[in-house]
C-alpha cells in the first residue's frame, strides 16, 4: 500500500471510530460527532478507488517509461542546419516588391 492509501484507511476507521461514538453515545454526546460516520464513509470509498488505481498507475509507468527510452534510443540530435543567404534573396527580394 502506498502512504496514500494508509492515510486515507486511517482517516476512514479514526472517523468511524468518532461517529459511532456520536451515534451510539449517550445523551451527554455531542451530535455533531456524529458526521463522522459519512466522513468515513467518503474517505473509505477514496481509499478503495486509490487501491483499485494503484495497479493501475503502476503500468502507466512502466509502459510511459519504455516509450520514452524508445524515443530517447531513435532520437536524433538536432541539426544546425541553416540555409544559404543566396537561396532567401529571391524571397526577400519578392517580399520587399510585395510590400511596395
Known sequence: MSKL???L???SLVAFAIGFV???GGP???MVLSVGM???AIFLGLFMVARILQTEMAKYDEEEDARLALARRYATAPSNWQPAASSRA???ATLAALRR
Open 38 to 40: 459519512p466522513a468515513g
Open 9 to 11: 484507511l486511517a482517516v
Open 28 to 30: 451527554g454526546v455531542p
Open 90 to 92: 529571391p524571397v526577400v
Open 5 to 7: 492509501s494508509k492515510r
Open 22 to 24: 456520536g451515534v451510539c
